[in-house]
Structures are given as structure tokens and as C-alpha cells.
């Protein structure tokens, strides 16, 4: 089994840039386009949040064109640069969605199975986790605890030494997802996007591991008092494959196309008579 997860998207209307540098909506095509062209063809696709950069009808709509040009089902968590009701309304009919309340799921593939929660918090750059959703992820892990699952959750449950997105993490029910994570040796990852950078850590008796984003990338500095800011670097996502024997083994893919293949060893040149 293959799962490409794709992050941070921050699509914006036709012809606006985010932050008036960042070419997002080509950035996006491109990663459908990188996720289109991968063989063997990914199971399915995870977007860890902030699918939109201002949860805009305009910007779900285009966003809806993209996945729709993609032969594999596209599954999306809320990040805090969207909304609910226009997610519900841009996804609803793929039927993955609750038709009300918080916008948890889960998606029962086999042989690894996916659980999504929301972790938008109104208002706020930082994530919450409600009760309800708590609750939701307890009784879905509960449902099935044999089988290797991973939990999908846009906001970072852990510090990772970048200030200004330290700040903004999942500063609410963290602890207590920690607990419920914890709780079940069958949860193989918890992925997350949000800090648009990738970053791994053991947390949980588990590995959390958040992606790059499909646009820009927040700047790299380990330090406390970080600038709140960000760079072009490469686009980059992640792809979960499962190997039995071995288990979940996640690769960092690129979404540009790079010069090569090239091989390691060329064919001897032909003596000349």
C-alpha cells in the first residue's frame, strides 16, 4: 500500500498570490501533476490541511478541478487557513465527511487504515482538538486495534524549534492525544503539515512526522525568537508505503521534476578495431 500526503497547499483566487510572492495555485497543479506521474500510483492521497490559503469558494472550487483530475481518492483535513462549512461543501459529496459537527473521519483501507481529526480552532493560527474529537479518534482506534493505522492531523502536536510555529502548534488536547496515541501500539505514524517543513520526531511511543508543503516553505531557524517568515524552496510531500515485514517506511518525494535518471555505472564505450 502507497499513501502520498501532500500539505499546505494555500490555494488563493485566480491570479492572486499568497502573500503576494508565492505562486501557490501553480504550485499546486504541479503537485498534482508530480502526484499523477509516480509509479506505482499511490492507494490514496491525504492533504494535511490548509488546502486554502482563506477558505474562499473561489479557492475550494479550484481546488476541487485539481483532485478531481487525479485517478486515486483525495482525502482532506482541515488546517486553520480553512473553513468548515465551505470544506463540508467542497468535499461533502465525496462522502468521507460528516454532515455535521467536526470534521473527522475515518477512511477503512486495508492492510493500513486512516483516522483524520480536526484541529481547527476558529480564530486562531494554533490547533485544538476538541472532547468530541478525542473521543472520535478513542473510539476508532478502539474499533479496530490489530490493525496498523496512521493518524492524520494538520496542527503539530509537539515543539520543534522553530519560535514562531512553536507558538501556533496544537496547544490544546495535545496531551490528551498523546495519551490516546499512547494507548494504541497500532498507530504507525501521526502526520501532520502546518510548520511547512519536514520534521520528525519519536513522540507518543510513535513517530509524529510533519510534511513540506506543495508551495513555499517556512524558513529554517532553530531558534526561539524566529522571524515569521518564509522561502521558495523546493516543493516537497511525502509518500507512506507499506512494506509487510517491515512496516510503514515514508520517503520525501519532490515535486519538480529534476535532470536524470542517470546510472551509477554506464555501459563500457565499444573498443575501437
Not at 76 to 87: Q, S
Not at 127 to 132: A, D, F, I, Q, Y
Request: charged residues 15%; hydrophobic residues 45%.
Amino acid at each position: 500500500m502507497l499513501i502520498a500526503q501532500i500539505s499546505d497547499l494555500h490555494v488563493r483566487p485566480a491570479g492572486v498570490l499568497a502573500y503576494g510572492v508565492s505562486e501557490t495555485n501553480a504550485y499546486a497543479e504541479q503537485a498534482v501533476h508530480a502526484l499523477a506521474r509516480l509509479q506505482p500510483a499511490p492507494d490514496l492521497v491525504i492533504v494535511t490541511g490548509d488546502l486554502t490559503d482563506a477558505g474562499m469558494p473561489e479557492e475550494y472550487g479550484i481546488l476541487t478541478a485539481l483532485f478531481d483530475r487525479l485517478p486515486m481518492p483525495v482525502y482532506c483535513i482541515a488546517g486553520n487557513h480553512d473553513r468548515r462549512a465551505m470544506m463540508r461543501a467542497a468535499f461533502g459529496p465525496k462522502g468521507y465527511l460528516p454532515a455535521e459537527g467536526r470534521l473527522d473521519f475515518v477512511v477503512e483501507t486495508r492492510p493500513v487504515r486512516l483516522v483524520g481529526l480536526d484541529s481547527l480552532w476558529e480564530g486562531h493560527g494554533a490547533g485544538r482538538l476538541e472532547p468530541e474529537s478525542l473521543t472520535f479518534l478513542a473510539d476508532a482506534l478502539g474499533d479496530a486495534p490489530e490493525v496498523p493505522t496512521i493518524v492524520a492531523v494538520h496542527h503539530p502536536p509537539f515543539v520543534c524549534g522553530i519560535g514562531h510555529m512553536d507558538r501556533i502548534r496544537l496547544l490544546d488536547g495535545a496531551d490528551h492525544l498523546a495519551a490516546i496515541v499512547a494507548a494504541n501500539p497500532q498507530v504507525e505514524r501521526v502526520i501532520t503539515g502546518h510548520h511547512h517543513r519536514p520534521v520528525a520526531v519519536r513522540w507518543a511511543g510513535t513517530i509524529c512526522q510533519i510534511a513540506p508543503s506543495v508551495a513555499h516553505q517556512v524558513t529554517l531557524t532553530l531558534t526561539p525568537d524566529a522571524a515569521s517568515d518564509f522561502v521558495l524552496e523546493p516543493p516537497a510531500f511525502l509518500l507512506h508505503k507499506w512494506i509487510e515485514g517491515t512496516g510503514l517506511v515514508t520517503h520525501q518525494a519532490y515535486v519538480q521534476r529534476a535532470p536524470g535518471p542517470f546510472p551509477f555505472f554506464a555501459a563500457e564505450p565499444a573498443a575501437v578495431g
